[in-house]
């Protein structure tokens, strides 16, 4: 059975035959793939189906009418970003849950190797915009309470540092091993999912010219 699959069970779901193996990573080459991560809806809808979910699961967690959603995950599918992995039969309808296709989703090195300036500078951007509107929109709605509760349950800096080809080359390795290690443990499938709670981190260094 396909390790993103869904066994049959109690409430009629049954895996459906051409749902493939979660991904441990899968990387896109396109702007296409940007838009769609960093749009309100469909963005959300991607951090939420690490676990499989049916529209109406997902319109219950989002607090929207489950029509609104279905344009977006058929835009999603389209694009191999999340696929079907389970379905049953509800009345004359067939119900579908969807999961995304791999537990990390990024840019591929071939888009940088490929692309122009003027496209990897926007494909950048977007992702500096999605993560400062996102951060806004958390302080907006108080997520927030003074410098005290940033220092315990978030962290905001801002360095400009001066380093060794050896304490670069340093750095970026422990960081891409840290976010690593808790992206690994973070895994939806774990069993204590219940507990845990969603945390957007947003990382990034690069050399001043």
């Not at 191999?80 to 090195?109: C, D, F, H, N």
């Amino acid at each position: 059975m396909p390790a993103s699959a869904i066994p049959e069970d109690g409430d009629g779901w049954v895996a459906h035959p051409n749902a493939t193996p979660l991904a441990d990573r899968l990387e896109f080459d396109d702007l296409e793939f940007l838009g769609h991560f960093t749009h309100p809806l469909r963005g959300a809808l991607l951090r939420r189906l690490k676990a499989p979910a049916s529209a109406a699961e997902l319109a219950d967690q989002l607090a929207m009418p489950v029509t609104r959603l279905y344009h977006h995950l058929n835009q999603l599918d389209a694009a191999g970003m999340i696929q079907v992995v389970a379905t049953r039969q509800v009345g004359a309808r067939i119900q579908r849950r969807y999961q995304v296709t791999g537990r990390s989703l990024a840019i591929a090195p071939s888009f940088f190797d490929a692309a122009q300036s003027d496209d990897i500078a926007l494909a950048l951007g977007s992702l500096f915009d999605f993560a400062k509107h996102g951060f806004q929109a958390e302080i907006e709605a108080g997520a927030f309470d003074g410098v005290g509760d940033l220092d315990e349950h978030s962290v905001l800096s801002l360095n400009e540092l001066a380093l060794t080809p050896v304490e670069h080359a340093e750095l970026v390795t422990e960081l891409v091993n840290l976010i690593e290690r808790f992206a690994t443990t973070s895994d939806a499938g774990t069993s204590d999912a219940a507990e845990r709670h969603r945390f957007t981190l947003f990382v990034a260094g690069y050399p001043l010219s």
